[in-house]
């Protein structure tokens, strides 16, 4: 297990597939989801929890030749987020959801797994946590981004 990866949790959310299968849930019934690059989505993680935050639930998988990490957010989030270098998904979308015990690469995986039904992360702090990433991002690389 990645050390980003809490323990498995007593006893899974409804929505985590039994077995060893993912599975496609929709997005919108029980969470929203917010898709960040990777390179930044460790980094937001880092800063959040740098900073006492709860980090939610977080999936780790690939689209082609990149990698995608996936923030289960509160139902909500994705109609009002307007970040740049992020995806919100609401209604209407679906996202893959690894079994429980998908905690280690290769393919789709649990970065973060969830500690509880209800524990998501707070829209407000990975905003800032993606700002200040994509800012540190910028200043390594020579660009100013906003």
Do not use: K, N
């Not at 030749?65 to 209407?92: C, E, I, K, N």
């Not at 969830?114 to 660009?143: F, S, V």
Request: contains cysteine; hydrophobic residues 40%; aromatic residues 4%.
């Amino acid at each position: 297990m990645s050390e980003d990866s809490p323990r498995s949790p007593a006893i899974p959310p409804r929505w985590i597939p039994i077995g060893d299968d993912p599975e496609v849930c929709r997005i919108g019934e029980w969470w929203d989801v917010v898709r960040v690059a990777e390179g930044i989505g460790h980094r937001a993680i880092a800063l959040l929890r740098t900073d006492g935050e709860a980090v939610g639930p977080v999936v780790l998988g690939d689209e082609g030749t990149s990698l995608r990490m996936y923030f289960l957010m509160p139902v909500g989030t994705a109609s009002a987020w307007q970040v740049p270098g992020t995806v919100p998904l609401g209604m209407r979308s679906h996202l893959v959801v690894p079994p429980v015990a998908a905690v280690e690469p290769p393919g789709l995986h649990w970065l973060v797994l969830p500690a509880g039904p209800r524990l998501l992360t707070h829209p407000a702090t990975l905003r800032r946590a993606i700002g200040r990433a994509r800012r540190e991002r910028g200043a390594l690389e020579g660009t100013e981004e906003s």
